[in-house]
């Protein structure tokens, strides 16, 4: 649905998947069973750590954190794109666009600083063994949550904020699945120097500064464990890591090639499917990551299930 030049947009049309009309019910079961994997999965997680007193530690603090903004960053997508999968016209208004927007910005964003806080954790406990209680004390655990949330609060309502000072006339199509920044972007008849200046800013304060931190923990973990003269130690520090950094790969290794090393030739279909990775594939990966690499988790899920049975 076009508008008119000099009207102001009151809806925007979602393009959505570049999938065939007789594909359309396949990709829909597939869609929707990713989606309950992802759900189911992740609220596993975030129970187990609820409930059993020996995952009461840091590291699965920051896990059920980082499951929480796994299951909201994937429901701020995925139901209105099984929703305009089923309908003949794929509208979101302007105020749900917005909001969608906000919020799709906020848990990515949190999903970064989490994975910060994470390896934070992990260079402590392999760093200093002895003084890991102490360090990742309680408070220091629950600040840096708190931080995360704030930092992600204004991050994302300072871009959505720009974005409602822009006018929408003539064209309303957005040539992707939700609401994404570059894409409204490309649609308005404003002025949006300002916007993108803000977006490459904060961009280094939301992404590449928190890969660094990430990358310089893991270097000096690196360092601390060829310091270790016994295999074990090696395979013991490895194993501890291991998870965390699947994860970080899975959600950085996306993150990059989409918008920090865009090519020329990146199509809209290639754009849609990078963004499918890291907004729907990785989140239904990481209760998988988590559980099936991770003694603790599956030890948890076995006490947790037996005191079902046998107490009821």
């Excluded at 260079?123 to 995360?148: E, Q």
């Amino acid at each position: 649905m076009k508008m008119e030049n000099q009207s102001i947009v009151s809806e925007f049309l979602l393009l959505g998947l570049p999938i065939e009309p007789d594909q359309r019910d396949l990709f829909y079961a597939l869609f929707l069973a990713m989606y309950l994997t992802t759900v189911l999965g992740n609220l596993l997680i975030i129970l187990l750590i609820h409930l059993d007193s020996h995952l009461h530690t840091p590291m699965y603090f920051f896990l059920s954190n980082l499951s929480f903004s796994d299951l909201c960053f994937s429901s701020v997508t995925m139901p209105e794109l099984l929703q305009n999968m089923q309908s003949q016209v794929p509208s979101i208004p302007y105020a749900a666009c917005l909001t969608q927007m906000y919020f799709f910005m906020f848990f990515g964003d949190l999903e970064s600083f989490l994975l910060v806080a994470m390896a934070y954790d992990r260079y402590v406990a392999i760093c200093f063994p002895l003084h890991y209680t102490t360090i990742m004390s309680p408070k220091l655990c629950f600040s840096l949550v708190a931080l995360s949330w704030v930092l992600t609060t204004f991050h994302a309502l300072l871009h959505t904020l720009l974005m409602a000072r822009l006018c929408f006339c003539a064209d309303n199509v957005i040539p992707h699945f939700f609401c994404d920044i570059s894409a409204l972007l490309k649609l308005s008849c404003s002025d949006t120097r300002v916007n993108e200046l803000v977006i490459y800013f904060m961009a280094g304060l939301t992404a590449v500064i928190p890969f660094l931190l990430i990358i310089t923990s893991y270097a000096r973990i690196l360092s601390s464990i060829l310091k270790v003269p016994s295999s074990g130690g090696i395979c013991k520090a490895f194993s501890t890591c291991g998870s965390h950094l699947s994860v970080v790969s899975l959600f950085y290794g996306t993150v990059i090639v989409l918008y920090l090393c865009p090519s020329a030739d990146n199509s809209i279909v290639k754009e849609t499917v990078m963004s499918m990775m890291y907004t729907v594939v990785t989140p239904m990966l990481n209760p998988f990551i988590y559980s099936l690499r991770n003694r603790d988790m599956k030890g948890a899920l076995g006490r947790v299930f037996c005191k079902k049975i046998f107490f009821g």
